[in-house]
């Protein structure tokens, strides 16, 4: 039988906390092992609770959730960290790629929304809320990022056309049906990508794309 995803609540408000394991006692396949008010309590119960996946709120008193997703993106590398926001706070969002989140939520995600971002997440994709993605991405241009931007010549155009979605938001199932290709194909793509534009991840790929403009070229 597969095992459960082990989902941490991490959020100031204990209403929100509740709400949240409400809606995901009801997922068969998800189970809800702790809640948390701030960074320091879910950093001290990782070890009690052991979590897949955290639902981490970004504005805490204490430690916050950039602090929080430093630590443990830096100590625990099998856990994952699904960032929550509001729209109020999208100023905090780019701070929580730089510490390494894994995705991107909006409070007020519809349910089937959320559980799905958890099974991406845990699944290696990079989830992005729509609604964080427009302010992400703006301000991610007027971030002074520095990369090597000589680095892009050595992607082949259709490098380049995987890259351009992965800086929309795009996972690799969308990205395949853009473009008429297997998603097996595309996490070959991937790969090469990043291997080429010397990062670790999409979501630095992503950020990479959005700097360089490659995501406002048409397809």
Not at 128 to 145: H, I, R, T
Not at 166 to 179: Q, T
Request: aromatic share 4%; net charge negative.
């Amino acid at each position: 039988m597969k095992k459960p995803i082990r989902v941490l609540i991490c959020d100031d408000q204990a209403v929100v906390c509740e709400g949240f394991k409400a809606i995901l006692s009801t997922v068969r396949d998800i189970e809800v092992v702790g809640m948390a008010h701030n960074g320091e309590e879910a950093i001290e119960l990782i070890d009690q609770v052991h979590p897949d996946l955290i639902l981490m709120d970004l504005k805490m008193p204490l430690m916050n959730g950039i602090q929080a997703t430093l630590h443990i993106t830096r100590d625990y590398l099998d856990v994952r960290v699904l960032a929550l926001t509001t729209y109020d706070e999208d100023e905090w969002v780019f701070d929580a790629i730089r510490a390494g989140a894994h995705g991107y939520l909006l409070k007020n995600t519809p349910r089937e929304s959320l559980v799905k971002a958890i099974y991406d997440t845990m699944s290696g994709k990079t989830p992005v809320d729509p609604g964080v993605a427009g302010k992400l991405f703006s301000q991610v241009k007027g971030k002074n990022m520095e990369f090597d931007s000589s680095l892009l010549k050595a992607l082949n155009p259709r490098e380049r056309d995987v890259l351009r979605l992965i800086g929309k938001g795009r996972n690799n199932s969308e990205i395949a049906d853009s473009l008429h290709l297997s998603e097996g194909t595309v996490k070959n793509l991937v790969s090469r990508i990043l291997s080429k534009l010397q990062v670790n991840d999409r979501t630095q790929a992503a950020l990479l794309a959005v700097r360089s403009g490659i995501t406002e070229e048409n397809l």
